[in-house]
Each structure stands twice: as C-alpha cells, then as structure tokens.
Nanobody, 122 residues
Framework: EVQLQASGGGSVQRGGSLRLSCATSGFPFDDYAIGWFRQAPGKAREGVACINSKGNTPFYSDSVKGRFTVSSDGAKNTVYLQMNDLEPDDAADYYC???????????????WGQGTQVTVSS
C-alpha cells in the first residue's frame, strides 16, 4: 500500500521557521520525484518544491525560492521541506506527492498524502 504521511505543520509568527516531513512507503522511493504543494483557503493548489534521487537540481517556486529548502533522506524514504522566514502568504495546507515525472505539474503525480496545516501570524 502506497503511503505518504506529511507532518510538521503548526502555527508560527512572521519570520519563523517550520520543517515539514513527508514519510513515504509502498513504492520505489529512488524512482519517484517527491513534490510539495500547498493550498490556501479560496486559492488553487500550487507547486512549491520538488526533488528526486536522479541528480536533478531541486525545484522551487519563485514565491519560496531562497527561503525554503527541500531535501531527501533515501535511507528513511523521507523528504523534508525546511521553511524559513515564513510570511502570512505562506499559510496553507501543505501536501506531498510522488510521481515519476520531475516537476510540479500536479496531474503528473500519482500518489498524494494528506495535508499538514501551516499558519503564519503577522
């Protein structure tokens, strides 16, 4: 059974940091890209970051570039999203997903986890 378990969300003040984790199982981790997506109330879901084990440079959306860092631990089949200098606009439900195509095109992802909520107060 494929599972993606996102965790680490919470409530922080502007400028704070959070580290999200995406623990995966049930599929060959090294053959898949893992993407992070977020959806704020009333807004469309957007791709935030993506990483794979094939040497591609991690991808970041312009809105988080320089503040967020995605990393991967193949031994634990887990991907992390370190979020620094958080802003109120970063508040959303964050999701991780697994797909065989690298990038943040949502329909290219086969498996999705449940969301973890991030709240940023000003």
């Amino acid at each position: 059974e494929v599972q993606l378990q996102a965790s680490g969300g919470g409530s922080v003040q502007r400028g704070g940091s959070l580290r999200l984790s995406c623990a995966t199982s049930g599929f060959p981790f090294d053959d898949y890209a893992i993407g992070w997506f977020r959806q704020a109330p009333g807004k469309a879901r957007e791709g935030v970051a993506c990483i794979n084990s094939k040497g591609n440079t991690p991808f970041y959306s312009d809105s988080v570039k320089g503040r967020f860092t995605v990393s991967s631990d193949g031994a634990k089949n887990t991907v992390y999203l370190q979020m620094n200098d958080l802003e109120p606009d970063d508040a959303a439900d964050y999701y991780c997903a697994a797909g065989t195509h690298y990038g943040t095109t949502q329909n290219a992802y086969d498996y999705w986890g449940q969301g973890t909520q991030v709240t940023v107060s000003s």
